[in-house]
């Protein structure tokens, strides 16, 4: 019999490294012959109150009706939204009998909510007979808090772009690009404050949409900076393929593992990063470059280097093949799926015993 898996999470509108995250595992466990899913998403809660509550509680009930039917739950969410969906999919399923795992996005540490919130989140992930995280770091930290039923679960990206390190063509980077979403903490200022000191060959193009007042007028002043719009999650590859460098000089609070990075790694070009929550988990001296957070300067710098030493460019271009290995969307995908088959099934044997009890 194939596996009934319930996925609950917020799916693209909007776009955003969790959305693309979850919709990417979805499409993977759709193909699958040994698995049967279905899906709640819980886009649009956080719309106005009247819309988002009543959007709110008919998640719930779909939540309610889907849950008696499958073998596992499992519930993709930020920190922010895990005490707010939490209890009400832990009570659902406790009332059914059904195991839950939490997978959690982003690098925040639960215990930096504050009150009830830090309360309903730390009860659930206690509670959570399976919780997974983003970061090396998270689990050693839930670990450290008595916390026994935890996992990490990175981050992943399909495989796409030229499947052989060998073949790698890249030697010269004159083109360089931030995709993500564009906040004042992304490191954009130092994007464009760097880039202007480069030749004037050199190019960066930014993708994404506006957050916290940011808008396309302030690229008007730039000669090397162009805004070239949104770029749909099924585009990334190609747009990152036609750069030759990545520029993420973040220094945004919830910052995880950022999925860009591990696109441009699929696209065979390295990062331009900064030494950033558990940023270097996933970057190191073979795939790209850190940089203190907030140095325009050090990222003028790393920048110079890939385009002034082709040696130095090319073999980053090598590494970012490599790394890539290590977060292959298949190979995770395969655990996802073990992890929830022992779920299932030690909530069969136990049933069991009870039923003979």
Known sequence: MSLEILLIGTLPPPVGGTTVSLRHL????AGRK?????????????????????????????????VRAVDVVTLHVGLHALPLLGPFVLLICRLYGKPLMIRRFGGMDHRELKGISYLA?????????????QTKALKRAAIDAGLERVEWFPTSRPLSGPQDVTGQTKTVCK????LGHLRATKGISEIMAAAERLPEDV????????YDGLNEDMFSP?????YCGVVEPDAVPEVLGRHDALLLPTYYGGEGYPGVI??????????ITTLWKEIPEIVDETCGMLIPPRDAEALFQAMSALVEDELFYTKLCRGAMEQRTLFDFEQW???????CQNLAMTIRNKQRRGYKC
């Open 175 to 178: 083109h360089f690009v931030f």
């Open 222 to 226: 730039c000669k090397r900076v162009q």
């Open 34 to 66: 040994d698995v049967r899913i279905r899906v709640v998403n819980t886009g649009g809660i956080r719309g106005s109150r009247l819309r988002g509550s009543r959007q709110f509680i008919g998640i719930l009930r779909k939540i309610t009706a889907e």
């Open 26 to 29: 979805v499409r993977a466990l």
């Open 262 to 271: 591990l696109e441009a790694f699929n696209a065979g070009i390295p990062v």
């Open 203 to 210: 190019s960066v193009h930014v993708y994404g949409p506006f």
């Open 333 to 339: 995908t395969e655990y996802f799926v073990r992890l």
């Open 121 to 133: 989140a730390n009860g659930i992930i206690r509670r959570a007979d399976l919780y997974l995280v």
